[in-house]
């Protein structure tokens, strides 16, 4: 198999380059300016209305939104966006047969793809047995249903056509409104895995996503706390720490630190002890394993698929990166990046890289390599670029067209709809129309909602379904098979 090989080796660890979509702050900043209108508009007519208790606190897939500050596709269709660089990246890891190096190659796949989620846009909130498919050029299938109503789970099945990889797992959306921070949190509880032909398995878990500029300021996405990659054959684990908060933020360098999209990692060997309390209950079941259970009531709360919090994804990290600033060559430091950084900011690979094998976790843990970068822009591990935005281009899965089911995201009224409303011309001669259209529109999602509501009592009534026999929730499934 033949596959294309970007020159990210091109660029060195003084190229400190990021994006210009990110904000100054850091993230993504958003320039849409019309929706942002739009949303500002509708959420000071609420809080005028029924006051701030509507939002403060409430999780977000329970507010009903105006249709006007959605996007015309379901959150189905743009999970599918995080994954943008998979074709590339997870099929390359699946080649390679260094351990070490097919994690940095997963950890690419991910970093990479964050910005691709970034939108001031909702997408609409899927409904129970709605699916999604489909497909890479390279024919890699994209497979995605929404499994539980509320809270609301998603699955998923990505199966390269030579069974190179297959990428699963499942999420629980979790989102809410902090007037306060003039902000909303959303998070994608659960497990992501990656299945190797070989019999590699690799294990993701995701950092949170905050919208800022709710009412006033600029709007932004960022993607912060920590991001953790697990080899469980291979004992190998890669953590990220994406800024958190100015106090993190001071330990990379005080008042003079980069924008929150800049982050630093370690890839290291745990010690004995590190993981003996982790809880892989989630990941068990995520995988189908004979004996137990594909989906249960613990893993739809939050905690339950909490593999690993944020605070001992970041606290690792920093306990690595701060020894390895006490050490000149333990790290590159591009453009003042981080404290004791020369005017270039680098120094030689040799140095760097033999540096962070001599380093060790507070526990014991063995360190491998390090990494930094800003996920709008790079990724190094040891001064060697792994992934460039500017180099290696991402490719969007295109919607499968063929044998298009009922329950396909697509088929949906209220999408369709909408986008009837944003195929309509906005100059002034069509505002009545399309203010008619927005109506209909708004009508549609209504109704929809009322029929899930309704389907809801339904399934809540006498003969209430349960997660063993709704028929959303098989007992035991192999997706191997």
């Known amino acids: 198999m033949s596959l294309r090989s970007f020159d990210t080796k091109s660029f060195d660890a003084s190229d400190d380059f990021r994006h210009s ?5 850091g993230g ?10 739009r949303q500002k508009s509708f959420i000071a007519r609420t809080l005028r209305t029924v006051g701030s208790k509507f939002f403060e606190g409430k999780p977000l897939t329970e507010l009903s939104l105006h249709v006007s500050v ?20 997870l099929t ?13 190659l997963v950890a690419a796949f991910v970093i990479a793809g964050l910005h691709g989620s970034a939108s001031l846009s909702k997408p609409f909130n899927p409904i129970l047995g709605e699916t999604y498919s489909a497909k890479w050029k390279d024919g890699t299938a994209v497979y995605l249903e929404q499994t539980n109503h509320h809270p609301p789970v998603t699955h998923w099945l990505v199966r390269h056509p030579e069974n190179l990889y297959t990428f699963m797992g499942f999420g629980m959306f979790s989102g809410k409104v902090n007037m306060l921070e003039n902000c909303v949190r959303t998070r994608r509880n659960g497990v992501n895995i990656v299945d190797f032909q070989d019999g590699g398995r690799v294990v993701i878990l995701m950092p949170y996503m905050a919208l800022r500029g709710l009412l006033f300021g600029e709007r932004r996405v960022e993607f912060l706390g920590g991001l953790s990659i697990y080899d469980q054959a291979n004992d190998i684990v890669a953590d990220f720490a994406l800024n958190v908060d100015p106090k993190f933020l001071g330990i990379f360098g005080g008042a003079n630190s980069k924008p929150t999209d800049y982050f630093r990692g370690v890839v290291y060997k745990p ?9 892989f209950s989630g990941l068990t079941a995520a995988t189908g394993k004979k004996g137990s259970p594909y989906m249960n009531e613990s893993l739809l709360d939050a905690k339950g698929l909490e593999l690993r919090t944020d605070y001992d994804i970041v606290n690792t990290v920093k306990a690595v990166t701060k020894e390895a600033d006490k050490r000149p060559s333990g790290l590159s430091r591009p453009n003042g ?5 020369s005017k270039s900011g680098s120094v030689s690979k040799g140095a760097a890289k033999a540096a962070p094998a001599k380093l060790k976790g507070t526990d014991g843990s063995r360190v491998l390599c390090v990494a930094q970068g800003t996920y709008l822009g790079y990724l190094d591990f040891d001064q060697e670029r792994y992934w460039d935005i500017r180099d290696c281009p991402a490719e969007r899965a295109q919607p499968d067209a063929d044998d298009l089911l009922p329950t396909d995201a697509r088929m949906r009224q209220d999408v369709q709809a909408l986008q009837a409303v944003l195929d309509c011309s906005d100059t002034p001669e069509y505002k009545e129309e399309r203010e008619k259209l927005f109506d209909k529109a708004q009508v549609v999602k209504e109704e929809l909602e009322k029929r899930q509501r309704s389907d809801k009592k339904l399934r809540e009534g006498p003969e209430k379904a349960t997660i063993k026999n709704n028929g959303f929730f098989p007992n035991q499934l192999d997706l191997h098979s």
């Open 21 to 25: 979509m990110g904000s100054s702050g």
């Open 28 to 37: 993504v900043a958003i320039t849409d300016g019309d929706m942002a209108e």
């Open 70 to 89: 959605f996007q015309p596709r379901s959150f189905l269709e743009k999970l599918v966006d995080d994954w943008d660089y998979g074709p590339y990246y």
């Open 92 to 104: 390359k890891a699946a080649m390679e047969k260094n351990p070490l190096e097919r994690v940095k």
């Open 271 to 279: 010690s004995s002890t590190k993981f003996q309390k982790m809880d």
């Open 337 to 341: 990046l981080f404290r004791g950084a």
